[in-house]
């Protein structure tokens, strides 16, 4: 079993800059892929970064690529996601996950989720 806990979230004018933190325990996160995804209200949740523990490629949807970045740090058993040029589209709350095997944007696909941190930004 992995458990997640999100940090970091906030209000944030738009165009500034946030880092959200996911701190894993239970077991290592060394062989899990890790992503993000958002849910707005009324919404589904989407996609937003992931992660691959088998080669560290990085993945990203057009609406967040060139000014979002997901990193983790195996050693502290963290994974991050660094948001830069913030929207108020980019207003949800954002949730962390692990799953085993490459990297999808499939929610169903992950296995073990956090409970999720909100950001809010202003316009």
């Known amino acids: 079993q992995v458990q997640l806990v999100e940090s970091g979230g906030g209000l944030v004018q738009a165009g500034g800059s946030l880092r959200i933190s996911c701190a894993a325990s239970?077991?290592?996160?060394?062989?899990?892929?890790m992503g993000w995804f958002r849910q707005a209200p009324g919404k589904e949740r989407e996609f937003v970064a992931a992660?691959?523990?088998?080669?560290?490629?990085?993945y990203y949807p057009d609406s967040v690529k060139g000014r979002f970045t997901i990193s983790r740090d195996n050693a502290k058993n963290t994974v991050y996601l660094q948001m830069n040029s913030l929207k108020p589209e980019d207003t949800a709350a954002y949730f962390c996950a692990a799953k085993s095997g490459s990297a999808t944007p499939v929610m169903n696909d992950y296995d073990y989720w956090g409970q999720g941190t909100q950001v809010t930004v202003s316009s």
């Open positions: 239970g077991r290592s996160i060394r062989r899990y892929t």
């Open positions: 992660i691959s523990w088998i080669d560290g490629n990085t």
